[in-house]
């Protein structure tokens, strides 16, 4: 009887081991298989071996990603694996827990495990932010995916309708004030749908370390939280303040929606002097200390001098050398710069930490980051491990 249960134990502890040692031999094996982009030599060598598995996709969220199969959308994980079906027409990235999803000509909102959690019931739908999100009752959606017409209200998590659907356009919550526009001008409102601006501005941004964007007569000042112009309508441009300074352009002509073309940029403390005095040909706004700017140089493409982009301080002081084609903002404490006509990464000591391998490359959000490379989108880690593959 001994002899036997000897050999039971012998034979459960050769098992024992068998499965140990498995396990982690599957467990190398993964991290073998994991492909990674520093250890390709070119970006030929990359393009010719690496196809991306997303027909599109959006940065990560709250742990999750939007991605478009085909022309359907679901969602991944950070390790690539889908964990909400592709079934919509249209998904956004998670806030606050939910997502708003598209399913036909209809919005609502789904939580992490995919369950409808408010039914789909609008035109349009944004983000949720401090508690609610405003949603499009009655419009029409264009070619360019946002709606024409209708009428703005916003809602809370539950999907009551907390703020009345009367506003032509309406902006997410910011420091717990909304942007609204009546008629054709923009006001704030409260949590509560009280006007605390009254509708009196061509155009408004969000609140930002207690100061919101507006503009006048074409030009962009700051108001503070009572609408008083805290800094007067003089800058072609304004950016959101970030780490107490904002950026300016100063010269520049809006030739698009997005920022303008010419002039000079720099940044102004919250009192609407200059911090640093506008001498550059491009710039963003600080983030993590850092900010991307461009000098000398031009923006425009069929311009042969093309610009550097690099990194100063809030001193103005360059602590990453102006070498690059493109260099997006720091996120995480990786930066997307462009060198020669690809995306690589760096960090804020201005090592290259990922090859310059993508077409285009995002910030990192949640340690991931979304690049491009062809026409298909993925993403990669910060080690320079492309997830999911």
């Known amino acids: 009887m001994n002899s036997m249960n000897n050999k039971l134990l012998i034979l459960t502890g050769i098992i024992a081991i068998i499965l140990i ?41 709250e742990g999750l990603a939007a991605v478009m199969i085909g022309n359907i959308w679901g969602y991944i994980d950070t390790t690539g694996s889908i964990v909400i079906e592709p079934r919509y027409d249209w998904a956004s990235p998670f806030a606050e827990g939910l997502a708003y999803v598209r399913l036909g000509d209809k919005w609502g909102y789904i939580n992490r495990y995919g369950d409808i959690a408010i039914d789909f019931a609008f035109d349009y739908a944004g983000s949720f932010s401090e508690g609610l999100a405003y949603v499009n009752i009655g419009g029409i959606i264009t070619k360019l995916g946002f709606p024409s017409g209708g009428r703005y209200g916003y809602i809370d998590t539950s999907g009551r309708m907390v703020i009345d659907a009367i506003y032509s356009a309406a ?139 690099g990194f100063i301080d809030k001193g103005g002081k360059i602590v990453i050398k102006q070498e690059y084609n493109y260099a997006s903002r720091f996120s995480e404490g990786m930066a997307a710069v462009k060198i020669g006509q690809k995306y690589g990464y760096i960090d804020t000591a201005g ?22 490379l062809g026409d298909m989108l993925g993403f990669v880690d910060r080690d320079g491990n492309l997830v999911g593959q």
């Open 21 to 61: 040692f498995g396990y982690n031999a599957i467990c190398q094996d993964t991290t073998a298989l994991a492909i990674n982009v520093n250890s390709f030599e070119s970006a030929e060598e990359f393009a010719a071996a690496i196809r991306l598995p997303f027909d599109s996709a959006l940065d990560f969220s």
């Open 171 to 309: 902006l997410a919550f910011s420091e717990r004030l909304a942007a609204v526009m009546i008629g054709d001008r923009w006001g704030f409102i409260d949590m509560s749908g009280d006007t605390v601006i009254a509708p009196q501005f061509e155009s408004v941004m969000s609140f930002h370390e207690g100061l919101a964007g507006f503009s006048s007569g074409g030009k962009y000042g700051f108001i503070d939280t009572c609408g008083a112009a805290i800094v007067p309508p003089l800058f072609a441009f304004v950016g959101d303040f970030s780490d107490g300074l904002a950026v300016v352009n100063i010269g520049g002509k809006m030739e698009s929606l997005l920022i303008p073309t010419g002039g000079k940029w720099g940044y102004i403390d919250k009192s609407g002097q200059y911090a640093l005095d506008p001498i550059y040909d491009l710039a963003d706004d600080f983030f993590e200390g850092l900010a991307a700017v461009s000098r000398p140089g031009n923006i425009l493409f069929f311009i042969p001098k093309i610009p550097r982009m």
């Open 351 to 372: 090592k290259l930490v990922i090859k310059p391998m993508f077409d285009r490359a995002w910030e990192f959000r949640d340690g991931i980051a979304l690049v491009k």
